[in-house]
């Protein structure tokens, strides 16, 4: 697991929600620094959104550049975790005060650690908005390898 439970409020003021600081250290692996052998890497984000709004509330994706998520290894640039990796409107929908949405979200980021299976990963929601106040988001976020014999 790279974080556990981390929470952040999301609200009406765009804000870059960071989940996994930039030097968060990736899971050690028995075979961490055997990048050849590694075949595949997975980014799992599960989590759940919880309205504390007295209403109607979820994301607020007008804006392409609204709610996207995003990886960086070892303090670099953040890059999309997809080519389109925004969220969608009415993405967390909670209908009420109260109301929770879970998720669940599989990435393949093998390419991107290809050269540092054991590097620092770094994750936000760039851009986090949603339509009203108080959408308190809170995520965990594993690193699944997958190697080959």
């Not at 961490?32 to 709004?53: D, K």
């Amino acid at each position: 697991v790279l974080v556990n439970n981390q929470a952040v409020t999301i609200s009406t003021v765009k804000a870059d929600a960071e989940f996994s600081a930039d030097d968060t250290n990736a899971p050690a692996n028995p075979i961490s620094t055997e990048n050849s052998q590694m075949n595949r890497v997975l980014l799992v984000i599960s989590g759940q959104a919880h309205n504390t709004f007295a209403g109607l509330n979820y994301l607020d994706c007008a804006l392409a550049t609204d709610n996207q998520w995003q990886v960086n290894l070892d303090g670099g640039t953040y890059e999309d975790l997809t080519p389109n990796g925004q969220m969608v409107d009415q993405d967390w929908y909670c209908i009420l005060q109260g109301a929770n949405a879970s998720f669940l979200f599989m990435f393949d980021i093998t390419d991107l650690m290809a050269t540092n299976v054991d590097g620092k990963i770094g994750v936000k929601l760039t851009n986090a908005v949603s339509k009203q106040d108080s959408l308190i988001t809170t995520v965990s976020i594993a690193v699944q390898y997958l190697w080959r014999k």
